[in-house]
Every structure is written in structure tokens, then in C-alpha cells.
């Protein structure tokens, strides 16, 4: 097991930021650690990295508790959500910097560029940089001690559409070799990177599922909009339903449990009770629909 957590919690003042939380992850997952803004994530990350004591619970890096402070930092590479760069350092300064810190050798530095796609930027001084080139220099420091786990808090906050995708592809690339656990509140990351997904919400653990599991998932949920009020029993008697929901007004969630397209049912379900439909739509149950319905 590359990160173990059980039962840890932690509070600031009145305010709970993590509840009991549990999770493992193996060797060689991608994971993606998901929730709103104040969920716990940070908190988290900084309680793996040996940056704050949790209040109670244990966890382990690479078998080593995180009171092992010497051991688990020698294992993870962890970049912080605000990449702490010396701007003024030129990038292979700043990585050597780094380097004597964790007393690796100088060919490591070149390795560790070459690997982040720095090499053609690595001549220069880090506020010359990018922030996306900036996000590879914090990877790039990251991977220096060749650490087991690596530890992404946020790391394409504020990178455009481009860089954003580079950099996602970076992290792909990297954890075909090492276990990563990456923080972020955007969906479509967890879906491009992932293997798996833990969400959090107001420090409590509310789903933990494989990608796949989601990507091969037969849930359906219409959203239809009647002219009247209809029984909820009655839309119940549709086939393959599973939940029925008055969301609004007329508005009606119904999820399915189907490969069929159920929109054409539920139109005639409209006809032959006399009701107009007003709107119809389809979702498939997929992370933004889970995420939504545990997080609201
Ligand atoms: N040092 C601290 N002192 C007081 N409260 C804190 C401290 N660190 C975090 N918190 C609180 O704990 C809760 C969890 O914060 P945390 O930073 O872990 O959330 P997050 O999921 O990383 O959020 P974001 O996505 O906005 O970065 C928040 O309510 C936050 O205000």
C-alpha cells in the first residue's frame, strides 16, 4: 500500500476540517482527490506530507507512519497548491538548490528536466517562465529524490487551456512509474488523469469509485418538466425506474437503470395522461452528476 489513511481527523478551532477520514491507495494509482472549495483536501495532503499533526488517526507513506517524518518525506514528492518558486533563481539553480537539500546527485537535476519537458526553458530565470513552465519546475523539484508518492495539491490552478492540457499529460506520463494523489475541484481533471476518484465534502469521505466503474455505469437520470403536478407513484410504474424525485414546481428527476433511451417513454408517459411536456433531458450518470448530488 503506497498511502494508507484511517480515522484521521482534524480541527481548527470550531471548525472541523477533517471527520474520520479512511482511505488507501495502492502502488501505482492515479488518484483523484476531489471536493468543493474548504472540503479538507489540503488539510489532508498536509498531514501525509508531515507538514501538521493530525488530531487523532494514523497514516502511512510507503508503510511508514507519518510520524516517521524523515522516512515519509523521503518517499513523497509534494507540490503545494501555491508552487513555492525562488523567482529570482535561473531553473537549474533552483533545482540544484533543491538538490543539495535532498543531496542527490547532479545528473538527477538533468534527468528530472528532461523528464518535465523543461529543457528548452531551463536556461532561464523562474519569473522569465510561464506559470505552466513554473508548474513543471515545482513537478521537476518534486521528482528530484525519485520519491515513491507524489503529492499534487491543485496543480493546474490558473494554467490556460494549453498548458492545462500539458500539464495533465505530464502527470499521466509520471504515474506510469510512481503513485500520485492529486488534489482538485475540477471534474474534467479527475476524468483525463484518474484511475479512481475519492470525493470529500466538509471533511467527510462521500464516495470512493473506480473511473471505469463510473464510465461503465447504466444509471440514467430524465429530467422532465410537466404542465401539471403528477403523483410520484405514478411515475414510478414506468419501467426500469429506480428513484423519482419532485425537484422543482413540475420538475421531475427520474433515474433509470437502463441502456435504453428512456426520453421516448417518459413523452408517452406525458401523452397518455393528458400532461404537456414542457422540457426533457438526458443525463448520463457520470462524475459531474455524482459529485453534484453528494456534494449539494
Ligand atoms: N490553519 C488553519 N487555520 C484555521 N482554519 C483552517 C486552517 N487550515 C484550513 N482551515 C479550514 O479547514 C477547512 C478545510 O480547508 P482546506 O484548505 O483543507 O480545504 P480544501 O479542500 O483544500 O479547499 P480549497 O479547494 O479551497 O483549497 C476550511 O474550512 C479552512 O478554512
Known amino acids: 500500500m503506497s498511502i494508507s489513511v484511517q480515522n484521521i481527523s482534524k480541527t481548527f478551532g470550531n471548525q472541523k476540517a477533517l471527520d474520520n477520514v479512511t482511505f488507501s491507495i495502492n502502488k501505482g494509482e492515479i ?5 468543493p472549495n474548504g472540503a479538507g483536501k489540503s488539510t489532508l495532503m498536509k498531514i501525509l506530507t508531515t507538514y501538521i499533526l493530525a488530531d487523532s488517526g494514523d497514516a502511512q507513506v510507503n508503510d511508514y507512519s507519518v ?3 524523515i522516512n515519509v518525506q523521503k518517499s513523497i514528492g509534494y507540490l503545494p497548491e501555491h508552487n ?11 533545482l540544484a538548490f533543491n538538490a543539495n537539500v535532498y543531496k542527490v546527485s547532479k545528473a538527477r537535476i538533468a534527468e528530472v528536466i528532461e523528464q518535465t519537458g523543461l529543457t528548452p526553458e531551463a536556461h532561464k530565470k523562474i519569473d522569465q ?6 508548474q513543471r519546475v515545482g513537478l521537476a523539484a518534486a521528482l528530484l529524490h525519485n520519491p515513491e508518492v507524489l503529492i499534487l495539491d491543485e496543480p493546474t490552478t490558473g494554467l490556460d487551456p494549453n498548458q492545462l492540457l500539458e500539464i495533465r499529460k505530464l502527470i499521466k506520463e509520471i504515474g506510469k512509474e510512481k503513485t500520485i494523489l492529486l488534489s482538485t475541484h475540477i471534474m474534467k481533471e479527475v476524468e483525463a488523469v484518474c484511475d479512481r476518484v475519492v470525493i470529500i465534502n466538509k471533511g467527510v469521505i462521500v464516495a470512493d469509485k473506480k473511473l471505469n466503474e463510473l464510465r461503465d455505469s447504466t444509471e440514467q437520470i430524465i429530467e422532465v418538466e410537466f404542465d401539471y403536478r403528477v403523483e410520484e407513484q405514478l411515475l414510478n410504474r414506468l419501467p426500469n425506474v429506480v428513484t423519482v424525485k419532485n425537484t422543482a414546481g413540475f420538475v421531475y428527476e427520474i433515474t433509470f437503470d437502463t441502456d435504453v433511451d428512456m426520453r421516448p417513454a417518459v413523452f408517452d408517459f406525458a401523452h397518455d395522461n ?3 411536456t ?5 443525463k448520463n ?3 459531474e452528476s455524482l459529485f453534484t448530488e453528494i456534494t449539494n
Open 274 to 276: 393528458q400532461l404537456k
Open 84 to 94: 513555492p518558486l525562488y523567482l529570482d533563481m535561473y531553473v537549474k539553480e533552483y
Open 31 to 35: 488518484v483523484g482527490f476531489l471536493g
Open 278 to 282: 414542457l422540457q426533457l433531458s438526458r
Open 285 to 287: 450518470k457520470n462524475l
Open 67 to 69: 510520524a516517521d517524518k
Open 129 to 134: 517562465l510561464s506559470k505552466g513552465y513554473r
